[in-house]
């Protein structure tokens, strides 16, 4: 009798802290890897966790909304997606610790979760994956949206509306000078693009992008080289839902000459992440405190 009051009150504890415990946990000492939060500058992303012999880690990572699984690909070379790996930690909550890292899909990229945060959206060169779970294991990729144009830097939202950068309807796929930002519509059946137009784009290449869910602000890869090196800019929705002119993220982020690409802002809107390199040799993930700098960009607008 004594035993089945202990486990009533552990199922009932279990019960009502799960939904707490799950809101506080990217407040918690696991949160991020374990890894200690930078402030307002940079700082390299768990580089002894990311670390692979002929590997570097590069693009979009991505965090599960409740925190507990990580994302991440890795590659010997930027412009070929031959050897890409996409790999992940999950936090084991019966021990407390990390696992992994752990090998999802090779020839992937890009992890990016949809709306529903329950499924993860990768791409190749034959256009978006979808990934689901299985009895609590990630499946293999599945088709799931194709175009005759480009999909690059596929970003979902709230409205339905996807974010990309693209050729479109107005550039062949070879020429990079042609991808620009752009927006498709809600429904799946419709395959028209829009193609943003400025401010967000300028003449050459555009194509790094990351948008908020409820589409308030972008933050995307501008003043790009012939090199594809670029700063990280900003630009805020309006009330017509047209775009703002893009203002820099600042000193301490575009820091010197160097490629700026993967951009990522976590569930919890505090940290933004992206890729860093001024060649394979140095290329890595950094984050660093976003949510204050975010209210300081917003409050000039």
């Known amino acids: 009798m004594r035993m089945m009051l202990i ?3 552990l199922i009932n504890l279990l019960m009502s802290c799960s939904p707490q415990e799950q809101k506080n946990f990217w407040n918690g000492p696991h949160a991020y890897l374990d890894q200690l939060p930078p402030n307002d500058t940079p700082r390299r992303f768990a580089p002894t966790l990311l670390t692979d012999s002929g590997y570097f880690v590069l693009a979009r ?3 599960s ?3 507990k699984e990580f994302f991440y690909g890795s590659n010997n070379e930027w412009f070929s997606n031959q050897h890409q790996r996409l790999s992940y930690f999950r936090f084991d909550s019966a021990t407390n610790k990390w696992q992994g890292p752990v090998l999802l899909a090779s020839q992937y990229g890009t992890p990016t979760f949809a709306m529903d945060g329950q499924t993860l959206l990768v791409t190749d060169n034959a256009g978006i994956q979808q990934m689901h779970k299985v009895d609590g294991k990630w499946g293999k990729p599945q088709s799931w949206l194709k175009r005759s144009y480009v999909l690059y830097n596929y970003m979902p939202t709230l409205s339905g509306r996807a974010y990309v950068g693209s050729n479109g309807t107005w550039g062949k796929q070879d020429d990079m000078a042609a991808w620009k930002f752009a927006v498709m519509p809600p429904a799946p059946e419709d395959t028209s693009i829009q193609n943003l137009g400025e401010p967000l784009n300028a003449p050459g290449f555009n194509g790094d ?11 995307i890869s501008a003043k790009e080289t012939k090199d594809f090196e670029c700063e990280l800019w900003i630009s805020f929705r309006k009330k017509d839902n047209t ?3 893009p203002q820099s993220l600042g000193p301490l982020i575009n820091n010197g000459l160097a490629h700026r690409f993967g951009q990522y802002v976590t569930p919890d809107g505090k940290y933004l992440f992206y890729t860093k390199g001024t060649s394979e040799k140095d290329c890595g993930i950094y984050w660093v405190r976003f949510d204050n700098l975010l209210s300081q960009l917003k409050s000039k607008q």
């Open 61 to 63: 990572v991505a965090f």
């Open 65 to 67: 909304p409740d925190g």
């Open 209 to 219: 992008l990351y948008v908020a869910p409820d589409e308030s602000y972008m933050i």
């Open 243 to 245: 775009w703002s002119a």
């Open 7 to 9: 486990v009533l009150i």
